[in-house]
């Protein structure tokens, strides 16, 4: 999916008072970069219909040079059926289980980690399916560039069970996908594409 014009500009505007900020060397620079920020922030929350308190707070956290931040998912597949969890942080909607990739770990150790914390499975990563562009891909707005990366995992051991993050735990078929995905996270046509990785082991990884 091509990116709308004002995600473009609201995420150039942000770019440049991050790196701005990064390197300001007078009040004067702090000042008008700061501004520049407020502005991106305004603009990602018109447009996203989100609070503009909540966007200027995301964006005021962000130090250093703008990157895009990492999220990993990990899809384990059995009998034709794919592991979802409910996620406490969207209001309990399903997704593949996943999160941030965490500082130390290496993206598949990160992904190890989110299964056992969210579904309580032991996982062996066997492939890297995806790494997608969250912007291109569909999602809602969101006012930070996030990368991504589905990972399809085996079962080692464990019982699926819900964790500190998640209210429920379940296993669906292709054509049982609940509606009330947590679109923030997942869409129909990743979990899709999933199955056809799952399916086809000598598929290249996709990407962007």
């Known amino acids: 999916m091509i990116k709308r014009p004002w995600q473009i ?6 770019t440049i008072a991050r790196t701005g900020l990064t390197s300001a060397s007078t009040a004067f ?3 008008r970069y700061t501004a520049i920020r407020s502005l991106a922030a305004r603009m990602m929350a018109s447009h996203a ?6 966007e200027e ?28 969890v409910r996620e406490l942080a969207d209001c309990g909607r399903w ?10 770990l290496s993206p598949s ?7 056992q914390q969210e579904a309580g499975l032991e ?14 891909q569909g999602h809602p707005p969101h ?41 923030e996270r997942i869409l129909p046509h990743q979990i899709e594409r999933m199955f056809e990785h799952a399916r086809d082991r000598d598929l290249p990884t996709d990407f962007d």
């Open 143 to 183: 006012p930070l560039p996030v990368y991504r990366l589905f990972f399809l995992c085996d079962r080692v051991s464990g019982v699926p069970k819900s964790g500190l993050e998640t209210s429920a735990v379940a296993f669906f078929g292709e054509c049982e996908i609940p509606e009330d995905l947590s679109t």
């Open 109 to 115: 150790e990160s992904v190890v980690r989110e299964l």
């Open 29 to 31: 620079d702090v000042e």
């Open 57 to 84: 707070g995301l964006f005021a956290a962000q130090a250093g040079c703008a990157t895009p931040k990492v999220d990993v998912r990990g899809a384990v597949i059995e009998d034709g059926r794919i592991l979802l």
């Open 123 to 136: 996982v062996r990563v066997r492939k890297l399916a995806a790494v997608y562009d969250r912007t291109r």
């Open 95 to 104: 997704a593949i289980p996943g999160g941030w990739a965490d500082v130390n």
């Open 9 to 14: 500009w609201a995420s150039e505007l942000h």
């Open 49 to 54: 219909d989100a609070h503009f308190v909540r």
